[in-house]
């Protein structure tokens, strides 16, 4: 691409807001920072009361209207319900299982009364209620959640998924409704045809995906080690995002990862957290700018290798 052609798609002007099924914006705020210290590029740690609460309203102001929590993200749903701006709907995930638990329905019950009461008035009626490990999806549990849709407690149900396999069986699941999986312009698992294809014959499911910076390390660049990679094909991966970043006209490392991500047809949303409101005010103008053309897709893909599984996957992290 030209520097003037660059320029151009600069210039589009920004896509309206898709309207997520749900009334769901493109994007939604991840709140495991509020609850616990998180994240391998994080410097400042968990935010105390106050600055939690500046980063909940920084994203109300600017239009954010879902958040993204779960039962296992320590006080996180706490302080959404004690913080969380008036009419901000919020996603939320059942605790994982115990292994060797023996009545899932039973803790699948628990889980989420805990968490509605800890979300208070956002409890009342959830955007999704998720399970948080697709491996939870048995002995009853998923009929909890379809009770939980029927009585009207969550709009919608569904599972985070962490790799395709767990994606294509969540798919056969009866009502699913929502599924939240990683993803990032280094990953390109979800790009095979059976997965695009299966996702593609589902339009009416909300397909929200997490980890667009890879928790910040995307947008960290050198300034933090790589889980997986040695530091000269880390610092080449990072030379050829910031060529991408310039080639394609895209204001910086952020907007480059959300466009990418937003510009695949069967991504409904991103979310993506923050522990401070200028990084909420990062990510908010970069998901606002249009997505990647068809063709600037392609370029991304033709100039960036896939990264090893053990980066594109944080579950495989030695760090976590
Ligand atoms: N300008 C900037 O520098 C700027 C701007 C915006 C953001 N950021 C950085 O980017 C980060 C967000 O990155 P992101 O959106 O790619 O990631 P993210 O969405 O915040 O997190 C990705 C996923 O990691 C999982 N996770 C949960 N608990 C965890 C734990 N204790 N340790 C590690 N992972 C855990 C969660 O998924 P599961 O529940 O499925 O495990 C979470 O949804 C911010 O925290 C900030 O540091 C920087």
Known sequence: MTRANARLAAERAPKPVRDGVGGQGVLVLGTVQLGVPYGVANRVGQPGPAAAEAILAEAARLGVTHLDTARAYGTSERCIGRAAPRGMRVVTKVAPLEPGETDAARAVRESVERSRAELGAH?????????????????????????????????RIGVSVQNPAELLAALRLPGIGYVQLPFNLLDRRWLDPAVTGALAARPDLVVTVRSVYLQGLLLAGRDVKWPGVPDPDRDALVAAIDALVRDLGRTGRADLCTAFALS????????????????????????????????????VLARLPAGPADLVDPSRWRTR
């Open 123 to 155: 409890g009342e009626r959830l955007a999704a209620l998720l399970l948080h490990r697709m491996a939870d999806a048995r002995e009853g549990a998923w009929d909890v959640l379809r009770d939980h849709r029927d009585a009207g407690i969550a709009e």
């Open 264 to 299: 695949h047809p069967w991504v409904t949303s991103i979310v993506a957290g923050a522990e401070t409101a200028a990084q909420v005010r990062d990510t908010a103008a970069a998901t606002a700018r249009p997505p990647l053309t068809d063709a600037e897709r392609g370029e």
